[in-house]
């Protein structure tokens, strides 16, 4: 099955850290989550709420061994990409007292060759669970999203595309109507002038 | 009086030399100044039809001159851009943990109208709230943040809209206000308890909270339109949820 999903540089590095298990017996949603939280991922945060929704919407596609599989590459790039940083900005601090603060100055850290890194692993374990995952990098962004099925498309589940905390929620998009203003400015401006012209040339 | 009738004659000659002298600037003009015009007249309607109507009439434009029709992918989903027209129903059960009650809810796909919002103090009547708060969806209503909980669980359910469209009146929404939440399986009624502005860059009214609530969003801009670093959220405390039965097949 192939889903499709988006998600913010800062939720990609929490996403991972949410699969982080120090149990490799997770069967199912609750077992990912208590992990997750385990690993550091606040249930206080949006990331969490974003996760969780995500795996309850999708919980029938995924097998124990899928969240096994999660859990596993989430423990590799964990220990590649994350651990290392953590260790040297909060020493002697376990993953799973972090603050969501903490995380995102972990993730701010981070190089573009170690966001790289992670974008690889989450393309990776989707792979794994059936998850089609491509990135479309920014610096301060990774978006990704799902390739097309057979069918022309994936069905979009209700938290597989993730969008930002805060929405831009004010009068947008005000070029096409500025456009089309002038537009008729203009013709109507053209059409007087046609006609007083031909006015005068039948004089 | 042949002299006078030469001089008239003359006279009349020259006159209309110079009248006809000025047709010819006038229609020499004309020539020249039309074909210009004619473009003003096409480029203008090139402008107007950068406007959105002609977004929407574009796909049948291609079909109907398109050399080589390639049926769109979307040749499924008449109803939601994000989803197949049959795509299956999603469905799961929810726990009360104090009474041990269970009850179905069923998920939205992205773009799906999810949910229909009423405040009628301040004016709101039937807003349609949709999956998601992509651009694209909040065109169509106000859009359920899917880093929230979902409608008729537990915690923070986190509405936003455009200020100048569907929460045009959020801002009449005062302290006490009786807001109702409905959707295809369960019926939620608020009270307004609080008013605050924030940054945009301030996470902690849309993040999980420790109680019921509903929190509804737009941009703020000391009561004008248009975009802003700030919004205006209407915090609402749970009063009542109410389930329905729901179809599941």
């Known amino acids: 099955m192939k889903l499709l999903k988006v998600m913010s540089a800062g939720v990609v590095a929490a996403a991972l850290a949410a699969t982080m298990v120090f149990s490799a017996a997770a069967t199912d949603v609750n077992d990912v989550l208590a992990a997750a939280k385990n690993a550091g991922l606040s249930e206080d945060t949006t990331q969490y709420v974003e996760l969780k929704n995500f795996l309850n919407s999708n919980a ?7 969240f096994d599989a999660m859990i596993a590459a989430a423990n590799d790039a964990s220990a590649t990409y ?10 002697g601090k376990a993953l799973s007292e972090l603050t969501s603060d903490e995380l995102s100055q972990i993730v701010a850290k981070m190089t573009p060759e170690q966001k790289q890194g992670i974008r690889d692993s989450l393309v990776k374990v989707g792979k794994e669970v059936g998850v089609t995952v491509s990135v479309d990098k920014s610096d301060a962004t990774a978006t990704v999203g799902g390739d097309k099925d057979n069918n022309g498309g994936s069905n979009v589940g209700p938290a597989d595309k993730v ?11 005000t070029d096409s109507t500025l456009a089309a203003v002038m ?4 013709l109507a401006a053209a059409s007087t002038g046609i006609a007083v012209v031909s006015k005068k040339n039948r004089k | 009086m042949s002299e006078r009738t030469s001089a008239k004659g003359k006279s009349h000659e020259t006159h209309t030399h110079k009248s006809s002298s000025s047709n010819q600037v006038l229609r020499t003009i004309t020539f020249v100044l039309t074909p210009f015009l004619m473009l003003i007249i096409f480029c203008s309607l090139g402008f107007i039809f950068l406007s959105k109507p002609a977004a929407k009439i574009q796909p049948y434009a291609h079909m109907a001159f398109a050399q080589n029709i390639v049926r769109p992918d979307t040749s ?8 197949d027209d049959d795509a299956p129903l999603l469905t799961d059960t929810v726990k009360n943990e104090e009474t041990e009650e269970e009850h179905t809810i069923i998920y939205p796909y992205y773009g799906d109208f999810y949910a229909t919002l009423n405040c009628e103090a301040a004016g709101m009547n039937d807003i349609p709230v949709y999956c998601g708060t992509a651009n694209d969806v909040l065109e169509n209503g106000a859009g359920w943040y899917n880093g929230s909980e979902f409608i008729g669980v537990e915690g923070n359910v986190v509405i936003a809209g455009h200020n100048h469209t569907y929460f045009y009146n959020l801002p009449n ?4 206000d009786k807001v109702t939440l409905e959707t295809s399986y369960c019926k939620l009624t608020y009270e307004v308890s609080e008013r605050v502005v924030f940054h945009q860059s301030d996470v902690s009214l849309v993040s999980p909270q420790k109680d019921d ?6 941009c703020w801009n000391n009561g004008k339109l248009g ?18 039965e729901v179809q599941t097949e």
């Open chain 1, 60 to 66: 029938d596609s995924f097998t124990s061994e899928d």
């Open chain 1, 82 to 91: 994350v651990k290392p940083i953590a260790d040297e900005l909060f020493p």
């Open chain 1, 163 to 173: 969008d930002d905390p805060v929405a831009n929620t004010g009068a947008v998009g």
């Open chain 1, 183 to 186: 537009g008729i400015i203009t």
């Open chain 2, 76 to 83: 499924l989903r008449t109803v939601n851009k994000y989803r």
């Open chain 2, 173 to 176: 929404c005062d302290v006490g």
């Open chain 2, 213 to 218: 609530r509903l929190t509804m969003y737009t």
């Open chain 2, 227 to 244: 975009m802003s670093e700030y919004r205006l959220a209407i915090i609402c405390k749970l009063v009542e949820r109410e389930w329905k």
